[in-house]
């Protein structure tokens, strides 16, 4: 679950930063995955007023405009987008300003004309993946205002891991009484009024009371159910991961989001006589709003009028009696369903929604009022209308029993191994609402609160303590167990790992001395600062290397003398840009030569290339959880055109190519393909994660681009995973051509195209629009034509 830290501060505010806020959350039993913000850092940018919008007088597709952000001058503008007019609010961003992806605006000049800022889209902002044009802001955005406040870009969205056992806590509620209980303060919930006037018209009943203790319906007549929902709503709603719908809806997921209590509203016109919970008869079906139509079994309970099924109970409405723009009245359902009643329903219709992950896990049963009335206020101060009174269906004698639970210090001491103060223990279960029906001086009786399914027995009492005492606090008593472990990091391979990955590639580990001779060290690394040893072993060993690449050069020169043509070598070791311990670097060499297969009857000889070496070196790096790139560059012991820096987010980590033929010619050696980088940065390591896979059939399309002969592949295949398509698989390129009918410096690239849905096999349209959106951007940047 997704929960914005300024809803949650709303509740209750701590004075602890949220990253804090989220590590104490994950200490109490609340794992949080994750916390982002809304939107990346960006700054000088305000709310802007377009006062004039006129065409570029030297560009058909530039609009000039006038802009007031608040100073005492307007702002010209040149900007592109097809939605600019005249009056509009948007985002303008100032000279001086800094973007995301450290893009900073200045005054430029656009066909002759002065600009002096942008009119921002979201996607530009990091707001969103994509944007179909520049924003568009409420007409009643203060002018001049920073951006980020009138947006509230500096909320944080916390991702929740919340185990089964704690339903409760999918609301803001129950992440409210959390926080409370950890930090030893009260929340604030919102104040609830509403005026109820006269009955229902439409009458309710339960068959089935076992699985629907309580059910509660209330009319709410002449709504507005076509006006927007206001922009506080939505932003709360997509920042918890929901969609935005009508008001009406709207209003439903927020009461879900705030209290943890579903709701479904119903269409008052298109109800047939009254309304019944029941079971299923064998073979009624149900068109439901996700457009499905399922046949009902016989134990799933449902909610009935008087024609045909509105609603699966606790999982999904129906499209039948859906509200939609032009409803002016409503029926609000609000109801508790017993949690095994449900439990797997939603799974054999292959549905999965935020109203049965709640029900099949417990939702509180004394809240079911509260939550009906908060969506009743909130319809009608949003939509209008007026409300009926509650027509109630209640069962008490079904409703779960909270059943009293006796815990004993001695208990507590013996399964925490240490005791607790008696005061602190009584102020925990105050704070997390358990009621102390009576105690004694070594022991509490304790009844839970109605929304605490998961506490039944002793032991989770003592649990509640323990998390709020903190799992890190527990006294821990050490092992007597004498032996020397060595601890490796997760987000770190070790050394051993990595020279096993290139042994299991038909690599050879060589061990070579740190020192070469001043020949090497002029052919290989020129311009590095040369450390020469007073009192060398001999005249071969005068220089402190700076590079692995000398002993690598060597080694296969004395395997070329014996005989062996075909090598792969690498070696792992300290290099010298100086003498003090900060100068100096361990890193990891590679070098390939000779045949790239053993010699066979069936095949002619192939011989190793850059991109053998290249390959190799990318099966290495991708055990790391860091992102490389290669950047075509000289180096003077590489050859020309065949050589590449090797960078890690912008800086240079090493290098790869072929050979120079002049150190080639003069150390009397093959075509060898070399690489280095430093050590530490390839022992950054990929932490594992578990990714499902999909069952469903994966989508391929071919494209052949014709774009310049100097366009490296990596560039086009970079832009496309940049687009984050979703169901996006990956690229790969399988053909390179030039020649007939290919124009002069121009080639032929073929790429394939992966996509794959964890949901459903996707539609061929569906795919092809993905395709067109890559063809697109190709075109744009690269200026590639479909061949």
């Known amino acids: ?30 794992e949080v995955d994750g916390i982002k913000t809304v939107a990346p850092m960006f700054s000088k940018v305000v709310v802007g007023h377009v006062v004039s919008c006129e065409k570029h007088p030297d560009a058909d597709k530039l609009n000039l405009c006038q802009v007031d952000v608040g100073e005492a001058e307007l702002v010209q503008i040149i900007c ?50 994509s944007s179909d044009g520049i924003a568009e802001l409420n007409s009643e955005a203060p002018i001049g205002q920073d951006i980020r406040e009138y947006l509230d870009l500096d909320d944080n969205i916390i991702e929740l891991d919340i185990t089964p056992n704690r339903g409760d806590c999918f609301s803001v509620l129950g992440v409210a009484r959390e926080v409370s209980a950890n930090y030893g303060m009260a929340f604030v919930m919102p104040e609830i009024d509403i005026t109820a006037t006269g009955n229902s018209s439409i009458a309710t009943s339960v068959s089935n009371t076992a699985a629907c203790p309580k059910y509660l319906t209330r009319s709410i007549k002449g709504i507005d159910n076509s006006i927007q929902t206001p922009k506080w709503m939505t932003d709360k709603l997509t920042r918890s991961g929901q969609a935005v719908h009508s008001p ?9 989001m705030e209290l943890g209590q579903p709701m479904h509203a119903f269409d008052f016109a298109k109800i047939k006589g009254s309304i019944e919970v029941r079971n299923a008869v064998a073979g009624e079906t149900v068109e439901l709003l996700n457009d499905s139509t399922v046949t009902l079994k016989e134990n799933t309970l449902v909610i009935a009028d008087g024609d045909s099924v509105l609603a699966i109970a606790g999982v999904m409405g129906g ?142 009492l003592i649990e509640e303590l323990a998390r709020l005492y903190g799992y890190d606090k527990l006294p821990v008593q050490k092992l007597s167990l004498d032996a020397n472990i060595n601890v490796i990091k997760e987000a770190q391979t070790d050394k051993y790992d990595v020279m096993q990955a290139l042994v299991s590639r038909g690599y050879q580990e060589v061990i070579t001395y740190s020192f070469i001779s001043e020949k090497y060290q002029d052919l290989i690394d020129p311009s590095a600062k040369k450390i020469t040893l007073t009192n060398p072993i001999s005249a071969d060993m005068s220089t402190m290397r700076s590079s692995l690449w000398p002993g690598l050069l060597q080694t296969v020169e004395s395997n070329q003398r014996r005989g062996h043509t075909d090598a792969r070598f690498f070696e792992i070791g300290l290099c010298f840009g100086g003498v ?78 072929a050979l120079s033929p002049i150190v080639q010619k003069e150390l009397s050696l093959p075509k060898c393909y070399l690489y280095e980088i430093d050590l530490e940065v390839v022992l950054s390591a990929k932490i594992a994660r578990y990714q499902p896979f999909s069952s469903y059939q994966q989508a391929q399309r071919d494209i052949a681009l014709v774009v310049d002969q100097s366009t490296p592949v990596a560039q086009l295949t970079d832009a496309i995973k940049g687009l984050n398509q979703e169901h996006f698989v990956g690229v790969s390129l399988f053909d390179v051509y030039q020649g007939e009918h290919i124009d002069t410096g121009k080639k032929s690239i073929a790429l394939n195209l992966a996509y794959q849905s964890l949901e459903a096999t996707l539609a061929d349209d569906e795919v092809n629009a993905k395709v067109d959106e890559v063809l697109a951007l190709l075109k744009d940047k690269f200026n590639a034509a479909l061949r």
């Open 319 to 460: 499209q039948s009696s859906s509200t939609q723009a032009t409803t002016t009245d409503i029926l609000l359902e609000s109801a508790f369903f017993e949690p095994v009643s449900i439990a797997g329903k939603a799974r054999d219709y292959g549905l999965h929604t935020e109203s049965s992950l709640r029900f099949e896990r417990g939702v509180d049963f004394k809240i079911t009022e509260l939550a009906l009335d908060r969506a009743a206020q909130l319809i009608v101060e949003i939509c209008g209308g007026e409300v009926s009174k509650v027509t109630s269906n209640i069962d008490e004698s079904a409703l779960p029993e909270l059943s009293p639970i006796t815990i004993t210090r001695a208990k507590i001491q013996k399964i925490l191994g240490f005791e607790l103060d008696s005061n602190w223990i009584e102020e925990k279960f105050i704070n997390l609402d358990f009621e102390i029906s009576d105690k004694t001086a070594d022991s509490w009786t304790i009844i839970p609160p109605s929304f605490r399914f998961d506490i039944r027995i002793p032991a989770d």
């Open 80 to 129: 592109g987008a097809k939605n600019v007019r005249t009056g509009l609010k948007v985002i303008a961003a100032l000279v001086g300003a800094k973007l995301p992806g450290d893009f900073k605006i200045k005054k430029a000049k656009l066909r002759g004309v002065e600009s002096f800022g942008m009119i921002c889209s979201e996607s530009e902002l990091g707001m969103s993946d």
């Open 1 to 30: 679950m997704n929960i914005s830290t300024s809803w949650l501060r709303e509740w209750i505010s701590p004075v602890v930063t949220d990253e804090e806020l989220a590590e104490q959350l994950t200490m109490a039993g609340l």
């Open 580 to 657: 003090k311990a900060d100068e100096q670097s361990n890193k990891l060499a590679g070098i390939i030569t000779g045949n790239r297969f053993e010699a066979q009857w069936s095949t002619e000889p192939q011989a190793l290339d850059f991109f053998d070496a290249k390959a190799d070196l990318e099966s290495l790096l991708s055990l790391t959880s860091e992102s490389f790139s290669f950047e075509a560059a000289e180096h003077p012991a590489l050859q020309k055109g065949q050589s590449a820096n090797i960078l890690l987010n912008g800086q240079s980590v090493g290098w790869i190519g």
């Open 248 to 256: 009406v809806v709207d209003i439903t997921n927020y009461v879900l």
